[in-house]
């Protein structure tokens, strides 16, 4: 399992490093929490929970057009 951790890091590093942003501040996010203690990492997890929590309903929902229902046959078959 922490081979496959460690490639799926070594990616997020280097698409951090490319574009920059969000990704590169989760990059950041992931190599402190590796670094971090048990106590340390705790604390991170209930940081990220606190702040997920906080939004809004609204955000969660789908985004795009509204899907559209497939009409009802009305056929005796």
């Not at 399992?1 to 990059?27: I, Q, S, W």
């Not at 670094?35 to 997920?52: E, L, P, T």
């Amino acid at each position: 399992m922490r081979k496959k951790f460690r490639a799926a890091f070594d990616l997020l590093e280097m698409r951090g490093a490319v574009e920059g942003d969000d990704t590169e501040t989760l990059c950041a996010w992931w190599r402190d929490f590796q670094r971090a203690d048990q106590g340390g990492r705790q604390k991170m997890v209930r940081a990220i929970n606190k702040v997920s929590n906080t939004r809004s309903p609204k955000s969660r929902r789908r985004k795009g057009p509204p899907r559209r229902r497939k009409p009802q046959s009305n056929s005796d078959a």
